[in-house]
Nanobody
């Protein structure tokens, strides 16, 4: 499975961005997809995940502000981000898992990763 993120950029606090992740290759056995991020000097953290039943999971830090969704016909994963804060600044990664049947933001379940797209929230 190959993953390619897009949509990152620089936005002012309170602004919005929409990230996209296009999947290709052997996507038929992907059960769960997620968004992760790594801020400078911090460990990578799970942000949001969605499974094949469209069940979702969010980290407490983004709940109510971010929305994960998927378009299976287009093999594309999305992350709608609103009310962005400077602490949301990070490299955002898309990931896919074929090893779990329930939604999870635990990165240990994910085998396939994109290259990342940078999100910077700054005035």
């Amino acid at each position: 499975v190959q993953l390619a993120e897009s949509g990152g950029g620089t936005v002012q606090p309170g602004g919005s961005l929409r990230l996209a992740c296009k999947a290709s290759g052997d996507t038929y056995n992907v059960d769960c997809m997620g968004w992760f991020r790594r801020a400078p000097g911090k460990e990578r953290e799970g942000v949001a995940a969605i499974d094949s039943d469209d069940s979702t999971e969010y980290s407490d830090s983004v709940k109510g502000r971010f929305t994960i969704s998927q378009d299976r016909a287009k093999n594309t994963l999305y992350l709608e981000m609103s009310s962005l804060k400077p602490e949301d600044t990070a490299m955002y990664y898309c990931a896919a898992s074929s090893r779990i049947a329930v939604v999870s933001t635990d990165e240990r379940w994910y085998d396939h990763w994109g290259q990342g797209t940078q999100v910077t929230v700054s005035s």
